[in-house]
């Protein structure tokens, strides 16, 4: 801790911003109401209390969240910046620099408000930030925080859930009385539209992990009666993991939990990454489209899953590269593509509804995995697949299918990496 003596700060005016900031609050009010984007909020109302004459010259909004891949999102604003959104994800090591922050201070001991003087005699310098912040001209640095429930989440790192807010100055002699009593008023009235706009927030995250983008956005707009759906025409992905009913009885669970995350990795990370949508997980396998878009965007979206494929073989080439040498054969599945029209939409009994696809083309790539065993070719496609890039596929004839009354032509890759001895010729 730092303290300076001896050093008298210029005399601030008792200036009341009373009128102005109940016009920021009923506007915060009106914002709660409307939907807001919890970004361009906060870089709204640093610029509206910057217009009441409030120097403020940074500002930080925090807050934890419910999201598969991040545990905190953070807003920073500065003058004559936009906000910006930084995320902190769930497996990054705990930041030493939040461990010693005044917002983990107040988290822990669930402070309402702290304030530090960065210049005059009662300066006090007891984190790191400030530190930074003092040597960067900072005079002032004053938290505000506003405890409510995130979901159903009560507590986050020891604390209470809810937001924490800092506001920094460079002016001589630091904030006002009046300035400290505006940022406190206007705290309790900006975590009302934040509370609004976080839960947004983790619905929609949720909804996008546990449905995917498309069958979220379906089911927040009201398309949640069963039988609710729609035709469309699109690629059509299905993986599945070799073997896995015997590993799962030899691995311990443990173990084999592992294996799948690095499948599901593999298999279903580069669908994501190309566009495609994750609509089940089924056991060990993978069922996903590509959306067909408009009348021309079939060869985009089969372009888009030969990349997701191409992509999940060498993932699969990088994890056996790194594998011990005994389980090396555990990482190998099918990969089955086909085009067509499905229906996708609600099914399931009116009180528990999930998203999928049915038709025929989903039946054919489920069809097209057990003939890959016997092919002894990882990956499997019909000839609407393959005839966008005819280069990359080679022919093995027509093929008969369980459950289809004629035989399917069907294509292999013209480079073999993912071929592996059939199980009949195994046999």
């Known amino acids: 801790m730092r303290v300076a003596v001896g050093f008298a700060p210029p005399y601030l005016s008792p200036m009341t911003h009373t009128p102005l900031t109940d016009e920021v609050e009923s506007w915060l009010l009106d914002q709660a109401l409307h939907d807001p984007d919890i970004v361009e909020l906060f870089g709204d109302l640093c610029l509206r209390l910057h217009a009441l004459g409030i120097p403020l010259q ?8 419910l999201h598969p891949l991040f545990q905190a999102e953070q807003i920073y604003w500065r003058q004559g910046e936009a906000a910006e959104l930084f995320q902190f994800r769930h497996d990054a090591e705990r930041s030493k620099d ?44 004053l938290l505000t925080s506003t405890r409510f429930r995130v979901a159903e989440v009560d507590g986050f790192r020891g604390g209470d859930s809810g937001i924490m807010a800092s506001w920094s100055t460079t002016r001589p002699g630091g904030f006002s009385d009046g300035d400290i009593e505006a940022l406190s008023r206007v705290q309790r009235v900006f975590a009302v539209a934040c509370h609004a706009s ?94 067909i878009r408009g009348d021309t965007g079939g060869p985009e979206a089969v372009r888009a899953a030969v990349r997701a494929m191409e992509r999940t073989l060498d993932l699969r080439e990088a994890w056996i590269a790194a594998a011990p040498e005994g389980g090396r054969e555990r990482m190998n599945f099918s990969i089955a593509m086909s085009v067509g029209e499905v229906m996708f939409g609600n099914i399931g009994v009116p009180a528990r509804l999930t998203f999928s696809a049915i038709g025929p083309a989903v ?17 499997l496609v019909t000839r609407e697949v393959a005839q966008v890039e005819p280069e990359r596929w080679v022919s093995v004839g027509p093929q008969s299918l369980r459950d289809f009354d004629h035989g399917i032509e069907l294509f292999t890759r013209a480079c073999a990496r993912d071929a592996f001895v059939p199980v009949k010729a195994a046999s």
Not at 271 to 278: F, L, R
Request: hydrophobic share 40%.
């Open 363 to 379: 039946n054919k790539v489920a069809r097209l995995d057990e003939m890959s065993k016997e092919l002894g070719r990882m990956v």
């Open 58 to 65: 940074r500002a930080a909004l925090s807050w934890p969240t």
């Open 198 to 291: 976080i839960q947004k927030r983790v619905m929609v995250n949720l909804a996008d992990a546990y449905l995917g983008a498309t069958a979220a956005k379906k089911a927040l707009g009201g398309d949640v009666r069963r039988g609710d759906g729609e035709r469309i025409r699109a690629v059509v992905w299905h993986s599945d993991l070799r073997r896995s009913t015997r590993l799962s009885n030899e691995m311990p669970p443990e173990d084999y939990l592992d294996l799948l995350k690095s499948y599901y990795d593999c298999t279903a990370q580069p669908v994501i990454d190309e566009g495609g949508e994750i609509l089940e997980f089924i056991g060990d396998a993978v069922l996903a489209i590509f959306p």
């Open 98 to 141: 939040f461990e010693r922050s005044p917002f983990m201070h107040a988290l822990t001991n669930r402070l309402d408000r702290l304030r530090r003087r960065l210049e005059g005699p009662e300066t006090m310098i007891d984190f790191p930030v400030l530190e930074d912040l003092h040597e960067k001209g900072f005079t002032d640095y």
